[in-house]
């Protein structure tokens, strides 16, 4: 493999608790009845005003909505520095999985997120990711996924073959656009959306825990601890 790009919301973090807090919160901000969790989860992953939108039951992104988001997010954001139950912690393995593909002589690793630039860099500085990651794309450096921008702007700005990249995600939006962009979906089973339906949508691979990932892409020398 040349390059393997993960999402982060529900692949990488576990951002439930804030997500979720923020949407509600916002909603009742704006007068909105939130439809619930799973519709909550089910928009992860689509840029914010895209998201709200749609779960706002909206043709268009509704600017109030979204600014008012901003607010109520960024605020939790500060709160969550003493309050857990707002953190984005990793997921079991994580941290050991990248540092291990990390090693493989050759691979390349990059986050593709419908998160901004602001917070994709917040979360490589929480987790202490500096240098980790060749690429980071997100909302602000191409459309809305599940259109194909963030991994083409990714091969390209580390010269990866598509037939040599993965895309690692727990939703329909990043397996549709590793689909769109031919490169090797990868689907995991602790994100946010149900991962058979991952799989129907063309997923190659269906991991249960992330320390599956090299063995599944065929990357020996990561696989041992």
């Known amino acids: 493999m040349d390059l393997i790009i993960f999402d982060l919301d529900g692949t990488l973090i576990n951002s439930e608790a804030i997500l979720l807090g923020a949407q509600y919160e916002t ?60 953190d984005e912690p990793l997921f079991p393995g994580v941290a050991e999985t990248l540092v291990r593909l990390r090693s493989v002589p050759g691979l390349k690793l990059g986050i593709a997120t419908g998160k901004s630039r602001k917070g994709a860099e917040f979360i490589v500085e929480r987790h202490g990711w500096q240098g980790l990651f060749d690429t980071v794309q997100s909302a602000d450096d191409a459309p809305s996924k599940p259109h194909p921008g963030m991994i083409l702007n990714a091969m390209a700005e580390t ?36 991962v058979e339906s991952l799989i129907a949508l063309g997923a190659r691979h269906a991991l249960r825990e992330i320390t599956e990932l090299p063995a599944a892409l065929g990357l020996a020398q990561a696989a041992v601890a």
Not at 28 to 33: A, D, I
Not at 161 to 170: E, H, L, N, W
Not at 175 to 181: G, H, K, L
């Open 27 to 86: 909603f009742k901000r704006c007068g909105r009845v939130h439809p619930g969790r799973e519709a909550g989860l089910g928009i992860v992953g689509l840029t914010l005003d895209i998201a709200l939108a749609r779960l706002a039951g909206l043709d268009e992104p509704d600017d109030v909505l979204t600014q008012t988001y901003r607010e109520v997010f960024g605020a939790m954001r500060l709160r969550a520095q003493a309050d857990p139950s707002l």
């Open 159 to 194: 010269s990866a073959a598509a037939g040599r990249t993965a895309m690692v995600g727990d939703s329909s939006f990043d397996i549709e656009m590793a689909v769109a962009a031919g490169v090797v979906p990868v689907a995991v089973s602790w994100g946010f959306q149900p």
